[in-house]
């Protein structure tokens, strides 16, 4: 019998969670102190942010940015993760003292923030240096800087933790809606320049710049730090409270924030690319969350319906070794690459009729090595084989071809910039698509089946041609996708649509959260943005890779920007849900 | 708590039948879950249908809701054969509840009710695109009456709650106006006070009454006999497949046929039966889990 209230009932009757779980039992014998080990872990923090980090200059001379000595001894000469330390010391010290309302949870994120940076920091030096001697003591040195921010970090944690963490506090502010609508500007703008911080921290990587990757990474950690911080002060929700108020004033600014990326730091021929790419995941697996987030129904071969779309735009482009003679305006060849794809959907949909559950994972697993072998084996002479179809022409509008660098009333603009604003532009389309069918009878009846599939019929809802749309619907999209792909990389081989696409896609919208557009963006952002960072691994990229998709799913396993619906289904922080109407659900036991 | 009750409850036998099923027959294997059940739904009647857990009570909606083929036997909705395709059968106007609730728990009240108007709302895939002005007017329509219907079972507070997070009870409500959004003609309830306490159960009934007064006609399975004999008009009581006794509430509650099919045989005839009980037909064979979908 049901008894699905039951950890409703349980969350809802204790406002304030009973402290559990290791960090609880470990942080319990400072509780007297919490406020001493707050500041002193931001102290040490401080400290550490001073003291030496390694004991010798590291082979290839530079990390981060700065040669010699200096970066041992003038904590600031650099930019980089000690300024870093150092902001989040300050903050502990201050919050420890300054009663603000969730100061534990935000000193929690902050602590986080100062071990990871640490962490990462000192693995890396001891990892290049040969061993723990590079960050202690060795031949008179002494390096006890990542040790002594690690102790600090740590000590914030514990301290918050002990403390007590309170319940995320809530923002009821109303402004003006000018206002309001002036703080979103404010925000999106500052999250361009992180986007922008983001892909341009560390530089671009490869051999000038051996250590991108670490300081990548550490930034990232930082950044983590600071968003859990902002996060548990409330603002983050209050800013998507206010996104939600001004839902068309807000689409559009993020429209525009994306667009002016171009003319960030981020503005090079390399990044407008990787964009690009990004964009295309992004596209294609906004449409896999279709199929898979709202639908319920997992699909393992869908990379297929991007390469299909890819393949019949490549043939009808006019390269030399396209099957048909013919050379169609882009926009059209779109069009048809995404009916195609969707037609395919429609086909690879129909065994749903018959199959549930891990059958139907198989036969689309089937089918996306269908595709990838009949490709291979260039079948009817329409995918060039292991040749690839090569030579496609770029885009070109008023004779200005898409990758031709612009110059716009006086700024000269990277190479690329146009298929960055035309990927910007597919991807709106393709998020307006994506959320006008799930609001809707349709995206209903969609979400349904995943739910229940017997209820939602004896709802009169007809599964099969429903099924059937999700899979025409996320095809369709990826065609489009494939189309653009296929113009921007000049090149379609058979290799870019493999089994690991396929399981890619798939990580990046369940890392990014089911069901949610800003959740596939995020994914795909961070499944292709992390290996062109990480370059510098080389060998260990994809282990790094395996274990942070292994953290995130651990820590966070409604994805990093949940559905609503989602995230009460997997939250495990009972303090941060809100009892249901003010009635706590009591009533779980149910005789047979 | 009867008399009140049985007064509200005028004698509704003999209006035109809805719903019409005859010889109704269902054959698991070797296992007659149903063997040739026949019986009308008069417009605007309540039927209570009880009997021992396993009797073929949850099978017998099934077939009427064609979730289930009868191996034999039709279920005519106004003299029209009804399909065997639960999503056909609903569109027809023959809704259901379940015995174990199958709500879409992470789906809001609202929402679980607009689901219910899926087949009620005329919203192709292309609007679905496009949310123009004709898609934004039956958006509006079908909200509205969502809302009707959650105000009408009582569950206007909890319009944004997502369904898992209902008490129980309010659950079990919210499954009855997820199937009345349907705008059904016939509404079959399976155990709609299983796990609820009196007042809660006074609640359903007072319910149950309300949507007859629509001009639905209700089914109603429970084990609870006191509630369907102040509920129902006519009571059919089914007995390991077969439908032993059919009538009005006070001929049901008087056949001896009845008490020894809920109560058993006494104690001496039952020993007797399994020593002697050869045809597999053994008493405790009443026992068998409820089949459900």
């Known amino acids: ?592 | 708590m009867n008399a009140p009750v049985t007064a509200e409850t005028p004698d509704r036998t003999g209006g035109r039948p809805i719903l019409a099923a005859s010889g109704v027959t269902m054959q698991f294997g070797g296992l007659r879950a149903l063997n040739d059940v026949s019986f009308d739904l008069d417009e605007g009647q309540i039927i209570g249908l009880i009997g021992p857990n396993g009797a073929g009570k949850t099978t017998l909606f099934n077939c009427l809701t064609g979730l289930y083929a009868p191996t034999s036997g039709t279920v005519a909705l106004r003299g029209e054969r009804l399909p065997q395709d639960p999503a056909l059968v609903t569109e027809k106007g023959v809704a259901r509840t379940f015995q174990n609730i199958r709500l879409f728990p992470s789906m809001t009240a609202e929402e679980n009710v607009l689901v219910g108007r899926h087949v009620r709302m005329k919203q192709g895939p292309l609007a679905s695109l496009l949310h123009g002005p004709k898609f934004k007017r039956s958006e509006a329509e079908a909200r509205e009456r969502t809302q009707e219907l959650l105000e009408f079972v009582g569950l206007s507070r909890f319009s944004d709650e997502l369904a898992r997070n209902l008490p129980y009870g309010d659950q079990r409500r919210l499954e009855i106006a997820r199937a009345l959004a349907t705008d059904p003609a016939v509404l079959l309830l399976d155990e709609p006070t299983a796990g609820m306490n009196a007042q809660e159960t006074e609640g359903t009934r007072r319910l149950i009454f309300a949507i007859r007064d629509l001009g639905i006609s209700v089914v109603v399975i429970e084990h609870d006999t006191k509630f369907i004999f102040t509920l129902c008009d006519r009571v059919l009581v089914l007995v390991q497949g077969e439908l032993l006794v059919a009538g009005s509430p006070d001929e049901v509650r008087g056949d001896p046929r009845v008490v020894e099919a809920y109560l058993g045989a006494p104690p001496e005839e039952v020993e007797a039966q399994l020593h002697g009980a050869t045809d597999g037909e053994a008493p405790g064979g009443a026992h068998r889990k409820e089949d459900t979908p």
């Open chain 1, 1 to 592: 019998m049901t008894t699905t209230t039951s950890p409703a009932g349980a969350k809802s009757n204790s406002p304030i969670p009973a402290p559990s779980g290791r960090l609880h039992r470990m942080a319990a014998p400072l509780a007297p102190h919490a406020t001493a080990a707050r500041v002193a872990g931001g102290v040490l923090t401080i400290i550490g942010t001073y003291l030496p980090w390694a004991t010798f200059v590291l082979n290839e001379g530079r990390y981060p940015e700065q040669a010699t000595l200096q970066f041992f001894t003038v904590p600031f000469g650099v930019t980089g993760f000690r300024l870093h330390l150092l902001i989040f010391g300050i903050a502990a010290i201050v919050l420890a003292l300054v009663r603000v309302p969730g100061r534990g949870r935000i000193l929690r994120g902050v602590g986080w923030g100062v071990v990871a940076v640490s962490i990462l920091n000192g693995l890396y030096i001891t990892v290049e240096g040969g061993g723990l001697g590079a960050i202690t003591a060795a031949g008179g040195a002494v390096a006890f800087g990542a040790i002594v921010a690690l102790l600090g970090g740590v000590l914030i944690v514990l301290g918050a933790t002990a403390g007590g963490i309170e319940r995320r506090p809530e923002w009821r502010w109303r402004l003006n809606p000018w206002a309001e609508r002036g703080a979103l500007v404010v925000a999106y703008l500052l999250l361009l320049f992180l986007v922008a911080a983001v892909l341009t921290a560390g530089g671009t990587g490869g051999a000038a710049n051996p250590y991108s990757g670490a300081v990548f990474l550490s930034f990232l950690g930082a950044l983590g730090g600071l968003l859990a911080a902002l996060s548990a002060s409330g603002l983050l929700n209050w800013v998507a409270a206010l996104a939600e108020r001004h839902r068309v004033f807000s689409v559009v600014v993020l429209l525009v924030v994306a667009l002016a990326l171009p003319l960030t730091a981020a503005g090079n021929e390399y990044w407008m690319t990787v964009a690009a790419n990004i964009g295309v995941y992004a596209a294609t697996a906004i449409g896999l969350n279709i199929v898979v987030g709202l639908a319920g129904l997992l699909d393992l071969g869908y990379v297929a319906f991007l390469g299909i779309g890819a393949f019949t735009a490549a043939n009808l482009s006019g390269a030399a070794a396209a099957k048909f003679d013919v050379h169609l305006p882009f926009a059209l060849v779109m069009v048809i690459s995404a009916i195609v794809a969707g037609l395919f959907g429609a086909v690879v949909g129909s065994p749903t009729l018959r199959v549930r559950g891990d059958y139907l994972a198989i036969v689309t697993l089937a089918f996306g090595e269908i595709f990838v072998r009949t490709a291979q084996n260039n079948i009817f002479g329409l995918t060039g084989g292991s040749n690839a179809i090569p030579g496609i022409p770029q885009v070109e509008l008023f004779g200005t071809r898409f990758s031709d660098r612009i110059v716009v009333g006086g700024i000269q603009l990277p190479a690329g910039v146009l298929y960055y604003v035309l990927i910007v532009l597919l991807v709106a389309l393709v998020m307006l698509v994506f959320s006008h069918l799930k609001e809707s009878r349709l995206g209903r009846a969609w979400i349904a089946i995943r739910e229940d599939e017997d209820a939602a019929r004896a709802m009169g809802i007809r599964t099969g041609p429903i099924k059937i749309m999700a899979f025409l619907c996320g095809a369709t999209l990826a065609g489009f996708a494939g189309a653009f792909f296929a113009h921007k990389t000049g090149t379609v081989s058979y290799e870019s649509f493999r089994f690991l696409e396929s399981v890619t896609l798939l990580a990046a919208v369940i890392l990014g959260g089911m069901g949610t557009v800003p959740g596939a963006v995020l994914g795909a952002s961070l499944l292709f943005v992390l290996p062109e960072k990480l370059r510098e691994f080389a060998d260990y990229r994809l282990l790094l890779f395996g274990l942070a998709l292994v953290f995130i799913m651990r820590f966070r396993p409604q994805g990093l920007v949940p559905d609503r619906h989602r995230r009460a289904e997997l939250a495990h922080d009972p303090a941060d849900e809100p009892p249901p109407g003010g009635t706590p659900a009591t009533r779980t036991e149910v005789p047979a």
